[in-house]
C-alpha cells in the first residue's frame, strides 16, 4: 500500500489528493480563528453524516444550505490544497479534518476555536474502509476485509495508525473548546448527541428546528441530497457510480470479521488503549 501513498512525517496520505507542501502549510501557515469549528475525525467515522448535522444546527434546520452547497465546500478540508484555499473565507468558519494531532495547525493549540472528534468502533471503520477504498482511486485497494485489517493494524493506511490517532486527540478531553463524541451514541441517541453538541457550540434550538436537524441529517434524506451524497465527485476519482454512502450503521463487522480475527483484534485494541478510560469507547 505504502508504494501508493505518499509519506509525510510517516504518516501515509493518498498521493493523488495530498501534497507535502499543503500538508506543511496547514500545520505551519493555518490561521486557526477563535470563532472556528472543526470537525476531526479518522477516516470513516461518521466525518459526513457530522458536517450536515453541524451545517443544519447553523441554519438552524433550513436546508437551503445543505441542498445547495456540496459537503467539501461546507466544511473544506484543512490539509487539502482546495480546502486550504477555501478555508481562508472570512467569518465563522466550519472545517474539517482528518489530521493527527501533530500535524494539526499549530495555532489552534493558543486559540479558542472549537474541536468536535468523533470516534468509532474500529472494527467497523476496518470494514466501511474496505468497501471505499475499493470505490475510489486514491490509494491501493485492500483485496480483502482481511487485508484491510492487516493494513489497519500496521498504521498503513490513509493517516495512519487510529491507535495513535486517537491516543493524541483525547489527550484534549479536559480542555473546554474540545468535544468528544462517539459515532455509536450519534447513532443510538441522535437527538440527545445533537443537543449536546448544541450546548458545546452555544448555539440554541427550538424544539421544531431540532426536528428539522434530526430529519435532514438522517441516512435516506442524505442518501437522496447530492450535495451530500457525493455524486458530484469527479468520476476520474471513482471507481463505478455507485454511492458513496453504503449503510450508515454500527456493528456491520459482525457480518465480516471471523471470530478469531474478531477476539485478535478485541485482544490488541485492549493492551494498545489499556491507559485511556474504558467508558471512552461505547461499544465495548
Known amino acids: 500500500m505504502a508504494d501508493e501513498n505518499l509519506c509525510y512525517e510517516g ?27 472543526v470537525l476531526v475525525t479518522f477516516p470513516k467515522s461518521g466525518t459526513h453524516w457530522l458536517i450536515e448535522i453541524l451545517c443544519l444546527i447553523q441554519s438552524k434546520g433550513d436546508t437551503k444550505w445543505v441542498q445547495s452547497v456540496p459537503t467539501w ?19 465563522p468558519r466550519l472545517l474539517t479534518s482528518h ?29 466501511s474502509s474496505y468497501f471505499f477504498w475499493n470505490s475510489v482511486n486514491l490509494a491501493k485497494k485492500p483485496k480483502s476485509v482481511e487485508q484491510c485489517l492487516e493494513w489497519f493494524l500496521e498504521g498503513k493506511m490513509p493517516y495512519g495508525s487510529w491507535f495513535d490517532h486517537v491516543h493524541g486527540w483525547v489527550s484534549m478531553r479536559e480542555r473546554e473548546n474540545f468535544l468528544l463524541l462517539s459515532y455509536e451514541e450519534l447513532k443510538w441517541d441522535t437527538e440527545r448527541s445533537v443537543e449536546k453538541i448544541c450546548q458545546f457550540l452555544g448555539k440554541k434550538v427550538e424544539p421544531e428546528e431540532l426536528s428539522l436537524i434530526l430529519k435532514n441529517s438522517s441516512f435516506q434524506v442524505m442518501k437522496e441530497n447530492k450535495m451530500s451524497n457525493f455524486s458530484m465527485v ?44 474504558r467508558e471512552l469507547f461505547p461499544w465495548e
Open 73 to 91: 465546500e461546507r466544511s473544506p478540508w484543512i490539509e487539502l490544497e482546495s480546502g486550504f484555499a477555501l478555508a481562508n473565507k472570512e467569518g
Open 99 to 127: 489530521l493527527p494531532i501533530q500535524l494539526f495547525p499549530k495555532s489552534f493549540f493558543s486559540s479558542k476555536a472549537k474541536v468536535i472528534y468523533l470516534i468509532r468502533n474500529p472494527k467497523d471503520i476496518i470494514v
Open 234 to 277: 469527479d468520476d476520474a476519482y471513482l471507481v463505478h457510480k455507485n454511492p458513496l454512502m453504503r449503510k450508515g450503521v454500527t456493528g456491520d463487522w459482525k457480518n465480516y470479521f471471523t471470530v478469531a480475527q474478531a477476539e485478535a483484534f478485541d485482544k490488541l485494541f485492549q493492551e494498545k488503549m489499556a491507559d485511556l478510560p
Open 11 to 37: 504518516i501515509p496520505f493518498p498521493r493523488v489528493t495530498f501534497k507535502p507542501e499543503i500538508l506543511r502549510k496547514a500545520r505551519e501557515e493555518f490561521v486557526m480563528k477563535d470563532e472556528d469549528v
